[in-house]
């Protein structure tokens, strides 16, 4: 049981960066502001309502080896272990809201749905094995976006937004099933007509749930954005420290770091975008771990 719930706790830290966070609708002013958009659509902004609808994919892996010890661990031998390989597939579907109330401030607020098939071997041979596929809703989450200066070429665009999210979903791969609060910034800069820089920072506040205590995770990151016709293209990187784990007063997982990449391509007038990351990509020695995602937003209305 214990190997069982660090297997599903480790899950929920991976897949908590697996599926991008990108279906919101408001991208189009994020990304360039001011400088694409016409005198009729900044007019029309404050009274414009948005629906998306995201498609994606994701798969995590992660072999866990726990030793057991005898009397004296400085020994550095131990008695038995745990080896379980945990993984997950999942197809999810995802609704978003937006309304933007005026041409820099809106709100927004996303419901995730998906199909799980996750897979558990237990054991140095593998001889316990459980192969599940469950559905269910996923954490819903809403938040408010700013935009506190519009960009140009001699200014960046620079966006910061707060998102809170609910402790609903049943299945790790569709959220953390915790209580938490996230304030995050975004910065871009043009260098030239079709060339611009990005920055990005966020920290997520997690509550205590029952006898968890969830670490705070801190993430930051950047990359580079091409302009290409009516679309932008963008590559970059995300790191993320993750506050360490207890049950009970006891330390579950002790603090960690993950780093993923991210790439998006937007287009700037139809609202359709494609959207992937690859995560752990700075894999431990001893744990061996991998996640991977896709998803695909269009607006429906």
Request: aromatic share 16%; with cysteine; charged share 25%.
């Given at each position: 049981?214990?190997?069982k719930?660090?297997?599903?706790?480790?899950?929920?830290?991976?897949?908590?960066?697996?599926?991008?966070?990108?279906?919101?609708?408001?991208?189009?002013?994020?990304?360039?502001?001011?400088?694409?958009?016409?005198?009729?659509?900044?007019?029309?902004?404050?009274?414009?309502?948005?629906l998306?609808?995201?498609?994606?994919?994701?798969?995590?892996?992660?072999?866990?080896?726990?030793?057991?010890?005898?009397?004296?661990?400085?020994?550095?031998?131990?008695?038995?272990?745990?080896?379980?390989?945990?993984s997950?597939?999942?197809?999810?579907?995802?609704?978003?809201?937006t309304?933007?109330?005026?041409?820099?401030?809106g709100?927004?607020?996303?419901?995730p749905?998906?199909?799980?098939?996750?897979?558990?071997?237990?054991?140095?041979?593998?001889?316990f094995?459980?192969?599940?596929?469950?559905?269910?809703?996923?954490?819903?989450?809403g938040?408010?976006?700013?935009?506190?200066?519009?960009?140009?070429?001699?200014?960046?665009?620079?966006?910061?937004?707060?998102?809170?999210?609910?402790?609903?979903?049943?299945?790790?791969?569709?959220?953390?099933?915790?209580?938490?609060i996230?304030?995050?910034?975004?910065i871009?800069?043009?260098?030239?007509?079709?060339?611009?820089?990005?920055?990005l920072?966020?920290?997520?506040?997690?509550?205590?749930?029952?006898?968890?205590?969830?670490?705070?995770i801190?993430?930051?990151?950047?990359?580079?954005?091409?302009?290409?016709g009516?679309?932008?293209?963008?590559?970059?990187?995300?790191?993320?420290?993750?506050?360490?784990t207890?049950?009970?007063?006891?330390?579950?997982?002790?603090?960690?770091?993950?780093?993923?990449?991210?790439?998006?391509?937007?287009?700037?007038?139809k609202?359709?975008?494609?959207?992937?990351?690859?995560?752990?990509?700075?894999?431990?020695?001893?744990?061996?771990?991998?996640?991977?995602?896709?998803?695909?937003?269009?607006?429906?209305?």
């Open positions: 049981m214990k190997g719930f660090c297997a599903s706790l480790f899950v929920l830290f991976v897949f908590m960066l697996l599926i991008p966070d990108l279906g919101h609708s408001y991208e189009r002013e994020v990304i360039l502001g001011d400088v694409y958009q016409t005198e009729k659509e900044k007019e029309s902004l404050k009274d414009r309502f948005r998306d609808v995201s498609v994606g994919y994701g798969y995590s892996y992660a072999q866990i080896l726990t030793g057991i010890y005898g009397p004296d661990p400085k020994l550095a031998t131990y008695l038995d272990r745990l080896d379980m390989d945990y997950e597939n999942l197809a999810a579907l995802r609704l978003t809201a309304y933007a109330m005026t041409s820099k401030m709100i927004y607020f996303s419901v749905f998906g199909a799980v098939k996750y897979k558990k071997e237990e054991g140095i041979r593998r001889i094995e459980e192969d599940k596929l469950g559905f269910g809703l996923g954490d819903i989450y938040g408010i976006y700013y935009n506190i200066l519009s960009g140009s070429k001699t200014t960046p665009n620079i966006v910061i937004n707060v998102d809170a999210n609910s402790d609903i979903a049943k299945y790790y791969s569709l959220g953390d099933g915790l209580w938490d996230t304030p995050g910034i975004q871009r800069q043009l260098l030239s007509d079709s060339f611009y820089i990005l920055g920072a966020d920290y997520t506040f997690r509550l205590k749930k029952k006898e968890i205590e969830p670490g705070d801190f993430g930051y990151g950047g990359g580079i954005g091409f302009i290409l009516s679309s932008a293209l963008e590559l970059g990187l995300k790191a993320a420290t993750i506050d360490e207890k049950i009970d007063n006891t330390t579950l997982f002790d603090k960690d770091k993950d780093l993923a990449f991210f790439m998006a391509i937007k287009s700037l007038y609202g359709m975008g494609f959207y992937l990351t690859i995560g752990n990509l700075d894999e431990g020695i001893d744990l061996e771990r991998n996640s991977f995602g896709f998803e695909f937003s269009f607006p429906i209305f």
